[in-house]
């Protein structure tokens, strides 16, 4: 959600729905700043449920605020509790769930009450693993719903306006407008696709929570790309979403042009249980937004945009065929040294203390365990003799832990056909492998 979660598209359909509370701005002010995390181009924000924060997902492809990964969060006090079946995007059945009504939703002078709540209680849907920090839910339609939400992906702020007549001028100044239209709740975008030489317009979901750059849809008008390479994109609720990728001659969205981006191509069993609205095509995610600084007028139905200094950034994608998620927390000691200053009492005392080896002492901290959880078929990793379930031991000769999960991501969407060595514990064997990141496109 490297694309890797990217995940959430059109994701839940539940079999009932509640109107539920909006957000607004407090204390008369005109505005409010969220800090977010942006992580394989998604945005995680801070948002207090009934007192306790939690971390959200911004996600302008859903319409309802879900919950999960709740087993740490047990002070968490939810009102007006009914179970309920939900299903989405992936490729197996419904699962379990509650709704939650009337609960009150916060951050930074943003509030909501009587918010409806949609608790996913199978533990083994968990972003947290994927994304390397904590993720407790899912944000969209009712965070966007009422102001004019900015998401300055280089400042890594949210920010909040009041939708009035003086920012709309102040914004119309400064940023290109596109119309869109809200359908079901959700922002659409009107674009242009150019695919093995064939134009096709596009009616694009317009989904922060997507980190790919586009999704596409095959129909009877677009057909997978001959070169392609089977991937997988990553987990709804309802399962696994498989696709291939390929690239495409060129995107275009008003006056924004973006030539061969790399797209993702959904099979239609995952997308099997997502309610299209007419026309749709696909979508645009995050590896797209993040060139820009983004305004959504859901009230006024616009889009605006301002490119930023990524804009002509290259689109890369995972050249490994490695899916790699954190899986747990180790025990590791480190060798700490102690600034210390010794009084000595004589100098015979003090030449002795410089031959002991007493500066240095020995500190046990957690630190992550990354285990490769996907291996694209025919991928350089899989040739090598990688195998899912592989537990990572280094990389390029570096303890995993010294990595962050998005900094592994970024070396293995490297630009450059690299070498990566890697040393990996299968069934209680240290095994090495060393392959090339490969361009298959």
Not at 155 to 161: E, F, G, L, P, Q
Not at 168 to 186: A, L, V, Y
Not at 310 to 338: A, C, M
Request: some cysteine.
């Amino acid at each position: 959600m490297k694309k890797y979660f990217m995940l959430f598209f059109g994701l839940l359909i539940p079999f009932s729905l509640l109107g539920q509370g909006d957000f607004s701005i407090e204390d008369h002010k005109t505005k409010v700043v969220i800090p977010f995390k942006l992580i394989n181009n998604l945005v995680f924000i801070p948002i207090k449920v009934n007192g306790i924060e939690l971390n959200f997902l911004l996600d302008s492809g859903v319409e309802e605020t879900i919950l999960f990964s709740m087993e740490d969060k047990k002070e968490v006090s939810f009102n007006n509790v009914e179970k309920i079946k939900l299903r989405g995007l992936g490729s197996e059945e419904e699962i379990e769930g509650l709704k939650s009504a009337n609960n009150t939703l916060e951050t930074h002078g943003l509030k909501s009450h009587n918010h409806l709540l949609y608790i996913i209680l199978d533990q083994s849907f968990n972003l947290s693993s994927h994304i390397g920090i904590p993720v407790n839910g899912i944000i969209g339609y009712q965070f966007f719903k009422n102001n004019l939400v900015e998401v300055n992906y280089q400042k890594k702020k949210v920010i909040i306006h009041s939708n009035n007549e003086k920012n709309q001028e102040r914004i119309n100044k400064k940023f290109k407008t596109i119309p869109i239209t809200i359908e079901k709740s959700k922002p659409y975008i009107r674009a242009n696709a150019v695919v093995d030489s064939v134009n096709v317009p596009a009616k694009l979901l317009i989904d922060i929570g997507n980190s790919d750059a586009f999704w596409i849809f095959e129909n009877n008008k677009i057909k997978l790309p001959k070169k392609n390479f089977p991937d997988f994109l990553g987990k709804g609720f309802s399962g696994d979403v498989e696709g291939h990728r390929a690239k495409i001659t060129k995107f275009s969205i008003d006056e924004f042009d973006f030539k061969k981006p790399i797209v993702a191509f959904p099979d239609s069993t995952s997308v099997r249980n997502v309610k299209m609205v007419p026309g749709r095509i696909g979508s645009v995610g995050g590896e797209v937004l993040k060139r820009f600084t983004v305004i959504l007028d859901y009230q006024d139905q616009k889009l605006f945009l301002k490119k930023n200094s990524r804009f002509s950034d290259p689109f890369t994608y995972n050249k490994s065929g490695i899916t790699v998620q954190h899986n747990g927390l180790q025990w590791v000691q480190e060798t700490v040294h102690l600034e210390t200053v010794q009084v000595a009492t004589s100098t015979s005392e003090l030449d002795g203390d410089k031959q002991k080896d007493d500066n240095f002492r020995y500190k046990f901290l957690l630190k992550p365990v990354y285990e490769i959880v996907n291996i694209r078929k025919n991928s350089t990793a899989e040739k090598c003799g990688l195998k899912q379930g592989d537990i990572i031991v280094s990389i390029n000769h570096v303890t995993p832990y010294k990595y962050t999960l998005q900094q592994i991501n970024t070396l293995l969407k490297s630009e450059e056909d690299i070498w990566i060595n890697m040393e990996v514990e299968r069934e209680s064997l240290i095994l090495k492998f060393r392959f090339k990141l490969e361009d298959e496109l």
